[in-house]
């Protein structure tokens, strides 16, 4: 049986030793009958050579005081959380900056009480977000348990959205108090432990449907909109050019079940 | 926290290294370095099992690419040819100081994602599946990553590259 045929990913492969011995040796020989790949293969392996050895000198070095890892862990624990700055700020702008009228009516729902959700998002996600413990009550896990708790006190069908295409994964969630009753909780992460979170909970009546509206407040940003009456925000310490279309499949996934 | 020190610690050299070489200036490098170091003191408990070197080279690099980006937005050219080449390999051994130099000046040249390729694998020692990991692209991308970027090298290293620094740079 003739074997399988040289590739230029095994040229690559044989340069970077990543072959199994096997494929090695056919390599091997296959070159010995090539000058021309042998020549591009030792140059290849001259190139590695030469940048390791150009490069090696940096790890070597002796570490800079600013990387110390031990003062970058102390200088962390002394200062606030990065979320908790954000909420403030956003508290500020709510009282002072716009004025008793306006935030009555955020907070009652206001235009079209998108801001008042997307308040609330960034509330638990100021709250939930930098936990280590235990950031939602429900892993993802139990999810079912999780989208039958919350239905259940919602009084609507909520469904999860799956973000994996997005490339989140369901951590959890949790039932969180807001002023217009209870909602849920849906927190998300990626492979760096980047968090997000979603929140849903019924909107009031004026307040059926409404268009997806941006909000920011610090470095958390998010989307918010209503369907059906149900209201949905997606908020995350992200550019909001990131979360759009996150939010945007996640409006696709929450249609009626 | 302690865990934290004993794993991450021992890769702060090789982290240096990859920033070096990637954005070539030694200080912007280590400002690099030192974000990555300070997110990874803030999510260590969330990252997922895995190895710890892999996810601290993704942190980094996707702040490299970050940088980049904001670099190329605000219309700012990388320079190519400044002293951060020169302070590059200024350490290096003495008897391979010309050589080094010369490589590491090509290295400069190559489009970021294909000297981010080659750095990772041919220096780096990471494989190819998770090169393609980090980086966030197929397997397949890799490859032709590195096979244009080791090609393109070649090219220099022989002359043949018409080396026009603009017209390269500009090819994203």
């Known amino acids: 049986m003739s074997q399988r045929p040289i590739t230029e990913d095994d040229l690559h492969a044989f340069v970077d030793q990543a072959l199994a011995p096997e494929r090695r040796g056919e390599v091997a020989s296959y070159l010995?009958?090539?000058p021309d790949a042998a020549g591009r293969v030792a140059a290849f392996a001259s190139q590695r050579e030469q940048l390791r050895g150009a490069?090696?000198?940096?790890?070597d070095e002796p570490v800079p005081a600013e990387l110390n890892l031990s003062h970058i862990i102390e200088g962390r624990k002394r200062r606030p959380l990065r979320a908790w700055m954000a909420i403030a700020a956003l508290l500020l702008v709510s009282i002072g900056g716009l004025g008793g009228w306006t935030v009555r009516?955020?907070?009652q729902g206001g235009s079209n009480g998108l801001s008042a959700l997307a308040q609330e998002a960034a509330y638990s996600y100021g709250v939930y977000a930098p936990d280590r413990v235990r950031?939602?009550?429900?892993?993802?896990s139990d999810s079912a348990e999780l989208t039958q708790w919350v239905s259940g006190r919602l009084k609507r069908a909520v469904k999860v959205p799956d973000l994996s295409t997005s490339g989140y994964r369901l951590m959890g969630g949790r039932l969180v108090a807001t002023s217009h009753g209870p909602a849920a909780m849906f927190m998300y992460d990626d492979d760096q432990g980047d968090r997000l979170v979603m929140l849903t909970r019924p909107m009031n009546s004026g307040s059926q449907d409404a268009p997806m509206m941006p909000h920011a407040a610090g470095d958390i940003a998010g989307f918010a909109w209503a369907d059906r009456g149900m209201g949905y925000t997606l908020v995350g310490q992200l550019p909001g050019d990131t979360l759009r279309p996150i939010a945007n499949e996640i409006r696709k996934q929450a249609g009626p079940i | 926290m302690k865990d934290m020190l004993v794993q991450v610690e021992p890769l702060i050299p090789s982290l240096r290294r990859y920033a070096r070489a990637l954005m070539r200036d030694r200080t912007t490098a280590d400002d690099l370095v030192?974000?990555?170091?300070?997110?990874?003191v803030?999510?260590?408990h969330q990252r997922r099992d895995g190895s710890v070197r892999a996810w601290l080279f993704t942190i980094l690099h996707?702040?490299?690419?970050?940088?980049?980006?904001q670099a190329a937005t605000r219309g700012r050219h990388m320079p190519i040819d400044d002293a951060g080449e020169r302070e590059l390999a200024s350490a290096a051994a003495q008897e391979h100081r010309l050589i080094y130099q010369d490589v590491l000046n090509k290295l400069a040249r190559l489009p970021e994602e294909q000297r981010a390729v080659l750095l990772l694998v041919a220096v780096e020692d990471f494989s190819y599946a998770d090169a393609a990991k980090l980086l966030d692209v197929p397997v397949g991308t890799v490859m032709s990553r590195l096979s244009r970027a080791r090609e393109r090298l070649q090219q220099e290293m022989e002359g043949?590259?018409?080396g026009n620094v603009v017209e390269l740079r500009s090819m994203k």
């Open chain 2, 42 to 44: 803030s999510r260590w």
């Open chain 1, 135 to 140: 950031p939602v009550e429900i892993r993802a």
């Open chain 1, 32 to 34: 010995k009958d090539h």
């Open chain 2, 34 to 40: 030192q974000d990555c170091l300070e997110r990874a």
């Open chain 1, 105 to 107: 009516s955020l907070l």
């Open chain 1, 55 to 59: 490069l090696a000198s940096i790890a």
């Open chain 2, 62 to 69: 996707n702040l490299a690419i970050t940088q980049f980006r």
């Open chain 2, 160 to 162: 043949v590259a018409p």
